[in-house]
């Protein structure tokens, strides 16, 4: 006679409740939304709303409903602005992007001079955007300059006094400031490419320059992505470069949006005009970010995903 074995009784075991650890997610990420909360959408609601009075930076502000906007929309100097800003944007995109994924590339590897040349590259990016603007506009002063120190007459030229020449400046100076900056992000970015794809490509007979068109531009599609919001972003906010290099001259060669607003609040005693260039900035700026995000692809893609 056979007897039936008891069923076994399987107990859970004690998991760990989701509950808890999102709870602490969420208590530490409080300070850094709280932070945000009151000096970056409290200030923009500030701006917003100062945008629809009348306000010299003193006296009463008076709601004034469109008169700002209208009369901002309506300067003949806004369209120009806007035009220089996305001139700046764009030339500094096409001169930095390039050599900072030659620079990124280059010093990637492991090599003890290359580590130094890192550091080296990465000085001009600790200065102040004044004090540089400063230095090259004495350097490049056609009486007392470079050219006449050296006694070069092809630097003896009225750089900053030429539109064409000041706008040639300003991307050469900013480029030499801020390559460094994204020199670091292709940097680490090359480092996470895995190297069996490099010796694959070695087996079947690629060179360095079929690797480097082959394999490394590829996978370093969402960091050129990353890269250019970041450039993109900030050519929207130089302010301090073009103020001290050429104060928005020689005429208004070099005048940005964001000078545009300087002069318009802080010379010109017109706050409610200047809110709203303001506001016009952050609009670009987010419809900007977007767009290099949606041509990007999905943002959960990884930068290994064809590794």
Same mark, same amino acid.
């Given at each position: 006679?056979?007897?039936?074995?008891?069923?076994?009784?399987?107990?859970?075991?004690?998991?760990?409740?989701?509950?808890?650890?999102?709870? =602490?997610?969420?208590?530490?990420?409080?300070?850094?939304?709280?932070?945000?909360?009151?000096?970056?959408?409290?200030?923009?609601? *500030?701006?917003?709303?100062? =945008?629809?009075?009348?306000?010299?930076?003193?006296?009463? +502000?008076?709601?004034?409903?469109?008169? =700002?906007?209208?009369?901002?929309?309506?300067?003949? *100097?806004?369209?120009?602005?806007?035009?220089?800003?996305?001139?700046?944007?764009?030339?500094?995109?096409?001169?930095?992007?390039?050599?900072?994924?030659?620079?990124?590339?280059?010093?990637?590897?492991?090599?003890?001079?290359?580590?130094?040349?890192?550091?080296?590259?990465? +000085?001009?990016?600790?200065?102040?955007?004044?004090? +540089?603007?400063?230095?090259?506009?004495?350097?490049?002063?056609?009486?007392?300059?470079?050219?006449?120190?050296?006694?070069?007459?092809?630097?003896?030229?009225?750089?900053?006094?030429?539109?064409?020449?000041?706008? *040639?400046?300003?991307?050469?100076?900013?480029?030499?400031?801020?390559?460094?900056?994204?020199?670091?992000?292709?940097? *680490?970015?090359?480092?996470?490419?895995?190297?069996?794809?490099?010796?694959?490509?070695?087996?079947?007979?690629?060179?360095?320059?079929?690797?480097?068109?082959?394999?490394?531009?590829?996978?370093?599609?969402?960091?050129?992505?990353?890269?250019?919001?970041?450039?993109?972003?900030?050519?929207?906010?130089?302010?301090?470069?073009?103020?001290?290099?050429?104060?928005?001259?020689?005429?208004?060669?070099?005048?940005?949006?964001?000078?545009?607003?300087?002069?318009?609040?802080?010379?010109?005693?017109?706050?409610?005009?200047?809110?709203?260039?303001?506001?016009?900035?952050?609009?670009?700026?987010?419809?900007?970010?977007?767009?290099?995000r949606r041509l990007g692809g999905r943002g959960n893609e990884s930068q290994l995903e064809g590794a």
């Amino acid at each position: 006679m056979t007897t039936i074995a008891p069923p076994v009784v399987r107990t859970k075991e004690p998991t760990r409740s989701s509950g808890g650890r999102s709870g =602490s997610v969420l208590w530490m990420a409080l300070p850094a939304f709280v932070w945000f909360v009151l000096f970056g959408i409290v200030p923009l609601l *500030g701006v917003v709303a100062l =945008s629809f009075t009348t306000w010299n930076g003193i006296g009463e +502000i008076v709601p004034s409903g469109l008169t =700002s906007w209208k009369a901002t929309l309506q300067d003949p *100097g806004l369209p120009h602005a806007l035009w220089v800003t996305f001139l700046i944007m764009a030339l500094s995109w096409a001169v930095q992007t390039p050599m900072s994924i030659l620079l990124g590339v280059f010093l990637a590897t492991s090599k003890r001079y290359r580590e130094f040349l890192a550091v080296l590259y990465f +000085i001009p990016l600790l200065l102040s955007s004044a004090a +540089i603007a400063i230095t090259y506009k004495a350097l490049l002063d056609p009486s007392f300059g470079l050219g006449s120190g050296l006694g070069v007459e092809w630097l003896n030229q009225d750089w900053l006094g030429n539109g064409t020449l000041a706008m *040639g400046v300003l991307i050469f100076i900013v480029s030499w400031q801020f390559i460094p900056f994204h020199t670091l992000i292709y940097q *680490g970015a090359v480092r996470q490419i895995p190297t069996s794809m490099y010796e694959a490509s070695q087996i079947d007979g690629a060179g360095r320059v079929r690797q480097f068109f082959s394999i490394t531009l590829p996978q370093l599609k969402y960091t050129i992505i990353t890269s250019s919001t970041l450039m993109v972003v900030g050519s929207l906010t130089f302010f301090d470069l073009i103020y001290v290099l050429t104060a928005g001259g020689p005429g208004d060669a070099t005048r940005a949006l964001a000078l545009l607003m300087y002069q318009q609040g802080f010379q010109a005693n017109l706050m409610g005009p200047a809110s709203a260039i303001a506001v016009i900035l952050v609009l670009v700026g987010l419809g900007l970010s977007l767009l290099l995000r949606r041509l990007g692809g999905r943002g959960n893609e990884s930068q290994l995903e064809g590794a």
